[in-house]
């Protein structure tokens, strides 16, 4: 991606509408209730967004209370931190540009622009350490990855972490097909995964989520490789529903599952997966497609947006400076 | 269900239109080629309910060519049998009825109907022998299951398989809630099992399906209970796409995985899963939903329709005579 996924211009943030992709569309926010709206809406997602929207958004209410009405600012910057509570990388971002702003508007922004580079070159810097690691594990032939929702550039800020790692591996030549989950409810692996890939000009192929377990067991997969929204201090993995049924069969397979993710994922205050808020969203994400109704009108859903996976499923959990693995 | 899912009505088949649901709509087959476009469009699907179609089909077959031409019947046989690859029952259904053909269209269709009489008594013995295992391995306080795709009524002629055991259950006060994959691409499980279980009056919530193994894990779940499309002599069991994750949850989290089919699923030719060809469908079957697409225009898909889940992971396999298991 040439253009970035958010960015400050003049006086509000822009970002690319990714619920309207394939097609594209940027939105202006131009005020608190706007980003607040975009983080619920899923306008803005993924863990390392959500972390730069949080701290732009903080920056956007330090200049609407250019007063110095610290109270107000920090009133509001407890509403974008708690706009969605599973990414832990949202009050990273929120809390990283608060002490800025009692030094002012210009001050906040600076904070924020500068988290917003350091996600850029946190997720290029992982996106290698990947890329090297599984390069040693399943390399040197070009290999079959899956993926599920969306660790891609539009997760972040220009590059992406999973899908950073998939596109490090292309530039050796080392891809030769992704197999994408299309991550229902809201398919970002379909709209999003797949535009990235497409515009990445790599090989790739769409599967329904549940065939991934079963797609993996046939040996047609050589390495699952998935972002996060938490990691648990004790590396259990809080990620997209979905991502544990993947990383089961990884295990029984025998291949490697790999999580990237840049250090502000990491929530040692959380001992565990367990610990950690699984969002769960409207019933009407599941039951309706498009505004048609897919269930029967007396149906109701369960709708939890995340999955916790163990630990010991994991191979290993690759950031921006380390790789972080339990055995 | 007081109706039946599929029954011979005058001179053609009459079934329920599957594609419709969860609108109710009856459609006529009065040709061969009306059989063959029905499976291959799903229109009647379910490992039984092929079954009794593949054998309604020959006895269509059988009163078209009532000149006594029998390689034309054969060959309308050839043609019903592998309309669909995977669920042999369809082409067990074929071959039951293809000796009555020589004594004439009459036997031919009164071999049919005892087929179908006989799927009835038989999912209905299976559903009460899937209901005592379950009493005695999870009862008798209520429980709360999982399922996948639909092996109900809508699977069958007028009871159902694995949703059997759900209403055997229900009938002695044992569900508190049932979990209902929605089962992407066709979404079976949101249209067909959910209107199944509206009717009969059953709690349940429609999940999506990458949400099974992560809810399973929570402890939230009691048991799940499956159909299947082929049991191979090893009974490794083939069933629809997304069986496998769930049965691998269940493993781990150690409670019952329950496969619930009759006699007529078992395929003692074939040593193992890996031996049964898996139907891959339409990719756009992924790509589109309701005529829209959801991915980019140069994306494709990887439709797999079925998963193979290996023996050592299936707690039972339940029949109308007997319960199988390897250990």
Known sequence: MTVRTLEWVDDHIDVVDQTALPQWRRVALRTVDDVVDAIGRLVVRGAPALGVLGALGVALAARQHADGDLDAVRADADRIASARPTAVNLSHGVRAVLPAVERGPDAALAAARQLLEDDALACAALSRRGAALLR??????????????????????????????????????????????????????????????????IPHRVIVDAAGPGLIATGAVDAVVVGADRVAANLDVVNKVGTYGLALASARAGIPFVVAAPEST????????????????????????????????????????????????????VTESRVLHRT
């Open 266 to 317: 990491l929530d040692p205050v959380a001992p565990d997966g367990v610990a950690v808020t699984v969002e769960e969203r409207d019933g009407a994400e599941v039951l309706q497609f498009g505004g048609h109704r897919v269930a029967p009108a007396e149906s109701t859903a369960l709708n939890p947006a995340f999955d916790i996976t163990p630990a010991d499923l994991v191979t290993a959990i």
């Open 136 to 201: 040693e594990r399943v390399g040197p032939q070009p290999m079959v990855l899956a993926t599920h929702c969306n660790a891609g550039a539009l997760a972040c800020v220009d590059w992406g972490t999973a899908l950073g790692v998939v596109r490090a591996l292309h530039g050796e030549g080392l891809v030769r097909m992704v197999l994408v989950g299309e991550t229902r409810p809201l398919l970002q692996g379909a709209r999003i995964t797949a535009t990235e890939l497409v515009a990445l000009d």
